[in-house]
T-cell receptor, first 114, second 109 residues
Framework: NAGVTQTPKFRVLKTGQSMTLLCAQDMNHEYMYWYRQDPGMGLRLIHY???????AKGEVPDGYNVSRLKKQNFLLGLESAAPSQTSVYFC?????????????FGEGSRLTVL | GESVGLHLPTLSVQEGDNSIINCAYSNSASDYFIWYKQESGKGPQFIID?????DKRQGQRVTVLLNKTVKHLSLQIAATQPGDSAVYFCAERTYKYIFGTGTRLKVLA
């Protein structure tokens, strides 16, 4: 099993450009999340999804859009990138049932907006 | 609103000593509390979790304590080793996971 896979791992954008980060998980998890992490900071929730076809806003949703057309994929889009969106982005997935609270993370995608 | 915070941004301990990292949470409806370790340039690594109906759980060299009365969570690392140097995050879960700001643990030789 690959777990949670994020692509691309690195990207440099110019202000105003758009891009999409792809997250894929092969664990049949219902819940998926996108976080951003700025240097020396914690993880802040951007958007999340509790199932295929559903999305919801997290703590810092402005400037981002998401889609969950398939259960295994969760896409994060930036329509018009800004330097403030320079960050490391982590995708994660989990079950909500069962005997573990573990959240499974991808390796991260480092985005630089010039 | 929901928040998870940490009391100490940096903790320095001597190798071989025990480490205690603290965390405060605010949402009484959280069903799980989780600790993660993050090394520089890497993603968060799961350490241990505790369900809200428990007050203590032990793993290999780690113990998590949950005090629901004062909404406090702690991670104890026994016999701290150089490889334990990292940033540690607590998180609380309802249907989403909210993370604290993190504590940097430095292990002194």
């Amino acid at each position: 099993n690959a777990g949670v896979t994020q692509t691309p791992k690195f990207r440099v954008l110019k202000t105003g450009q758009s891009m999409t980060l792809l997250c894929a998980q092969d664990m049949n998890h219902e819940y998926m999340y996108w976080y951003r992490q700025d240097p020396g900071m914690g993880l802040r929730l951007i958007h999340y999804s509790v199932g295929e076809g559903t999305t919801a806003k997290g703590e810092v949703p402005d400037g981002y859009n998401v889609s969950r057309l398939k259960k295994q994929n969760f896409l994060l889009g930036l329509e018009s990138a800004a330097p403030s969106q320079t960050s490391v982005y982590f995708c994660a997935s989990s079950w909500m049932k069962g005997t573990s609270g573990e959240l499974f993370f991808g390796e991260g995608s480092r985005l630089t907006v010039l | 609103g929901e928040s998870v915070g940490l009391h100490l941004p940096t903790l320095s301990v001597q190798e071989g000593d025990n480490s205690i990292i603290n965390c405060a949470y605010s949402n009484s409806a959280s069903d799980y509390f989780i600790w993660y370790k993050q090394e520089s340039g890497k993603g968060p690594q799961f350490i241990i979790d505790i369900r809200s109906n428990m007050d203590k759980r032990q793993g290999q060299r780690v113990t998590v304590l949950l005090n629901k009365t004062v909404k406090h969570l702690s991670l104890q690392i026994a016999a701290t080793q150089p490889g334990d140097s990292a940033v540690y995050f607590c998180a609380e879960r309802t249907y989403k996971y909210i993370f604290g700001t993190g504590t940097r643990l430095k292990v002194l030789a």
